[in-house]
């Protein structure tokens, strides 16, 4: 057991050890520990969950119902630099470190031996922190899969699934139809549905006639005509947006979707580590946590609408589980030389095993670094002002560099 006046990082260090799997979908182990904290529910809880896409509906739908007046708690996974942003408080700010470890003793208070993994007692976290806020709204992000995913252990007023592709095989399928099932859990009997992606699997139509969800489909229940370009980049993030705009009108929060609120919150829209673009002397920094292939693809259409005159360094870490292959694919007719490094993390794919992957899929050359710090050096040595340097392929390394770089402005303990 932790001591008393225990930190954030060391619980943390804690629930590392606490289960002997870091991952192991379920909802017995969670659902258990729920009903045990009997926390009291707000009208509106609403999950997203999909492949891609997921934090950015979450950004848009917090920041809007924010500027129309409810209070709304959003849950995220996985943070970029501080595990404090992923519990999002009314006024969009991150939970402090106190109030972290308060929810965190409330748990271990009723847990009484049952074997939670680090997910699980996050997402727990989350929704004692937001209930004795009094917020009127929670969003919950899906952490993988849907159906057996923590966040499924509450009822939702409503969800939505951005798209399905293929990522974190090796639990959730092979391929996308199967990985569809597991989205389509986040379902309910009578629960608005939304699915941003035209291109809808036949399991996700399936399962919500099953069982008489409102499905609503993007080009028959609602349209992008109106909806106007996000903070976000990309194009695509205009179809996100739509969908979030679609589940907020089904759920009674449509008080969210008046298109002057609309017209003056989208285009205001950040978050950290996405297609993030910034000037540093001539240099353009890229930052993109794309770690599977579909991320990959629209990462590459950014690069090839935003060029530049320069060649283009690319910075790459992954975790031992993604298809390195299927994401440098993409990327590579945009980049004029890879540097692979192991990210940040126990799961991360060691730089050398990493650099010979991406050599076998493109055929040339990977550099090898043997640290961030050695990577962004030999970066920033093959540059000239008109060049880009691209980092990407995990949060683990994205987030490491945003603060080497000096753009994270760490939340309040």
């Known amino acids: 057991m932790l001591r008393a006046g225990a ?125 004795a806020a009094g917020l009127d709204t929670w969003i919950l992000e899906v952490g993988m899969g849907g159906r057996l995913d923590a966040t499924n252990a509450v009822e939702p007023s409503g969800v939505l699934i951005t798209n399905v592709s293929l990522d974190h095989c090796a639990w959730l399928g092979e391929d996308v139809a199967t990985i569809a099932i597991e989205k389509a859990g986040i379902m309910r009997p009578g629960v608005p549905a939304v699915f941003g992606d035209v291109v809808v699997p036949d399991a996700i139509v399936r399962h919500a006639e099953s069982i008489g969800a409102r499905l609503l489909l993007r080009d028959r229940d609602y349209t992008l005509d109106g909806v106007p370009q996000p903070g976000l980049p990309g194009e695509f993030q205009k179809g996100n947006a739509a969908a979030v705009l679609a589940l907020l009108d089904a759920t009674g929060l449509e008080a969210a979707t008046e298109p002057q609120l609309v017209a003056s919150v989208l285009p205001t829209v950040r978050l950290a580590g996405r297609s993030q673009r910034v000037e540093q002397d001539g240099i353009e920094w890229l930052l993109d946590v794309a770690h599977n292939p579909a991320a990959a693809a629209v990462l590459a259409g950014i690069l090839a609408t935003h060029g530049r005159s320069g060649q283009t360094i690319a910075v790459v870490g992954a975790l031992d589980d993604k298809d390195v292959e299927g994401v440098v694919a993409p990327l590579d007719p945009h980049v004029d030389l890879w540097i692979a490094v192991t990210a940040d993390s126990h799961r991360a794919l060691e730089a050398g095993e990493l650099a010979r992957r991406i050599a076998n899929a493109t055929g040339r050359s990977c550099l090898v670094a043997d640290s961030l710090d050695g990577a962004l050096d030999h970066a920033r040595a093959e540059v000239s002002p008109g060049d880009r340097i691209l980092v990407t392929g995990s949060f683990y390394l994205v987030g490491p560099v945003l603060t080497a770089l000096g753009l994270y402005s760490r939340p309040q303990p």
């Not at 909802?27 to 609403?46: A, D, F, G, I, Q």
């Not at 700010?93 to 308060?102: E, F, G, K, N």
């Not at 009723?110 to 922190?129: I, Q």
């Open 7 to 131: 930190s954030l990082s060391d619980w943390l260090a804690w629930l590392e050890s606490l289960h002997p799997d870091e991952i192991e979908l379920g909802l017995e182990r969670v659902s258990t520990v729920l009903e045990r904290l009997e926390l009291e529910y707000p009208e509106h809880v609403l999950l997203v969950g999909g492949t891609n896409g997921k934090g950015s509906c979450v950004a848009m739908a917090g920041a809007l119902l924010r500027a129309a007046g409810f209070r709304v708690g959003c849950y995220t996974s996985p943070h970029v630099v501080a595990y404090n942003e992923r519990i999002a408080l009314a006024d969009g700010q991150a939970a402090s470190d106190a109030t972290i470890v308060d929810a965190f003793r409330r748990i271990e208070a009723v847990r009484d031996g049952v074997p939670l993994t680090y997910f699980e007692y996050g997402t727990l976290a989350a929704l004692v922190v937001f209930a």
